[in-house]
């Protein structure tokens, strides 16, 4: 989720779920180190609970990165070993890692040992041609044996040569009953199943063979569907906000944030797929897409783009 769940992103979806369990977009060790130390490990209290998910090889930078983040006040410290981008790979991270699990393992130890916080591991279900279920499995189990009990596990093997990251999100196939399958034979540990899924009744049925689910980019696009997450899940008998009390909170939020200096459209970029479905979405997006970024606009062109959207005299035809 590179790019997309910043804080901005993620300060928007707790007002839409309480319970969910956000993550930060992958932040390369080499950032936190050597960057904006601050910028990438700022966030809002009403966030929690977040965990940082962090990019890197190096054990002993990894664990100094996750006693930044523990300081910093997030609720864990995640390692990717799954997403296979160039830039990733040429690094030697992200689901390269799925090939050097004595690294990984490494990795994890050293970190758990800088920090309180869970130190948590997402990946793939393999690599290039390392791809059996029983390479998988001993993967998991021997990070597991270095202080590791969560595992979010991407459904998919990943290639790193001749798919982009795009096409490695689609294109090898999804092979769910390795998830479940590590589930019954290492039932002790913590799995979580990712990838491929787009509805909470999906998740439902996934959850009576893993422990979670984690769901990216179709809560990012369709981001209201978390609005029954909390009651469904986790017993919450709190009705959600609608969508338009959800805006009006986000409104006083990004007033706040331009008054700090924090451009319109890093924010509004995250909210237009809040009304999919619904009458008007696609003038609300529009109106959005087209304003946002004007020098002359602020917080109001949030309040804004919902009149627009109410405004719609043929909402069938312009509801996407």
Known sequence: MMDYTD???RYFLRLISRETLL???MVTTGALIHGDRARFLAFDPSEHPVAIQLGGSDPGELARCADFAQKAGFDEVNLNCGCPSDRVKSGRFGASLMQA???VADAVAAMADSVS???TVKHRIGVDNLDSYDYFRDFVGRVAEAGCKTFIVHARKAWLNGLSPKQNREIPPLKYD????LKEELPDLEIVLNGGVRTLDEAEKHLRHVDGVMIGREAYQNPYMLTEV?????GCGKATAGRDEILETFADYVEREMQGGTRLSHMTRHILGLYNGQPGARRFRRYISEQAHLPQSGAG???QAMAARKG???PGRDAA
Do not use: A, G, W
Not at 178 to 181: D, H, K, L
Not at 230 to 234: G, T
């Open 117 to 119: 916080i869970p130190v």
């Open 312 to 314: 719609v005299e043929h």
């Open 23 to 25: 993550y930060t977009e």
């Open 7 to 9: 804080r901005f992103c």
């Open 301 to 303: 062109l949030i309040r």
């Open 230 to 234: 909390d009651s469904r899940f986790y």
């Open 178 to 181: 390795y998830v479940y399958r």
């Open 101 to 103: 699990p004595d690294r």
